[in-house]
């Protein structure tokens, strides 16, 4: 797929700001692109032609970015579109489920260029992969174990690796249920982790793997939105293969993950 094959809708208040976003996006090749100023409207047009690419600003009339991403993330015909908030919000409470949400990229206001036209390849990379679903036979006899508690990352991970063509891909809401899967004598070639997770944590969870399970050097890659330095470094220190913050480049996370594998089987 091209740039100029992608239709994208924008969701912006701001005229001025559509605009921006726009013309921005027309210097780079998209050229199929619909405007609204509200959710409301955006998510009628959603089910009459499913976007490739949502971008939306956080706060909006009637309902929020927030709100939005969530909605879509519950409908079958939406869940998997990639998503995109162009917004100046630091606040965690307003950005955390974003990043759950699996958006592919948080943009501030204003975006350079170049945030933009990294985060469209990454779109790109990603609708890719999703059509060429389970055609790569390089990985297919793998076993990945994903652990998160947030249902929707669950399924956008689980998209990634689909697309890769991983034969065997089991999901866990927590590291506890993860470790009981361990313990049940299940074995994985890699380990997808989020850190801030009810019951056993992400920390945790490498911990107890590196020094009690039977598979201590399985590599484990931590997906994040964690944003405490000293906390990072004492998962670091408990022995976690890579980090990788939320939200992700797509490409990013499907580098890591091949590099992760290949570097097991050396």
């Known amino acids: 797929m091209q740039l100029s094959n992608l239709y994208v ?6 005229k001025v700001q559509r605009h ?7 210097l780079i090749g998209v050229t199929q692109i619909e ?16 976007p490739d690419l949502v971008l939306s600003a956080m706060h909006l009339p009637g ?5 939005l991403v969530a909605e879509m993330r519950r409908q079958a015909a939406l869940e998997m579109v990639t998503f995109i908030l162009v917004s100046s919000e630091t606040h965690y409470r307003y950005l ?3 990043r759950q949400a699996g958006a592919i990229a948080i943009l501030p206001k204003p975006f350079t260029a170049d945030d933009l036209a990294t985060a469209l390849r990454s779109t790109l990379e990603y609708l890719a992969d ?13 076993r990945v174990l994903i652990v998160d508690d947030s249902a929707m990352a669950l399924r956008y991970v689980r998209q990634m690796l689909d697309g890769l063509g991983i034969g065997t891909i089991d999901t866990a809401g927590d590291g506890s249920e993860a470790l009981d899967l361990l313990e049940k ?82």
């Open 9 to 14: 809708i924008i969701i912006e208040p701001s």
């Open 20 to 26: 921006i976003i726009m013309d921005q996006l027309h």
């Open 35 to 50: 405007e609204f100023d509200s959710a409301e409207p955006a998510l009628e047009r959603m089910q009459q032609i499913t």
């Open 63 to 67: 309902i929020s970015g927030t709100d």
């Open 96 to 98: 955390e489920p974003i």
């Open 130 to 142: 999703s059509e060429d679903e389970g055609e790569s036979e390089e990985y297919e006899h793998l």
């Open 185 to 266: 004598g299940h074995s994985y070639d890699l380990i997808i982790t989020d850190y801030n997770m009810p019951n056993v944590d992400g920390k945790e969870l490498t911990e107890h793997i590196r020094q009690y399970g039977d598979q201590p050097t399985i590599p484990i890659l931590m997906l994040t939105s964690e944003q405490n330095e000293s906390r990072l470094a004492a998962v670091q220190s408990a022995g976690v293969s890579a980090i990788c913050n939320k939200p992700f480049s797509y490409g990013t996370v499907k580098s890591l993950i091949e590099q992760l594998i290949n570097e097991r089987d050396i």
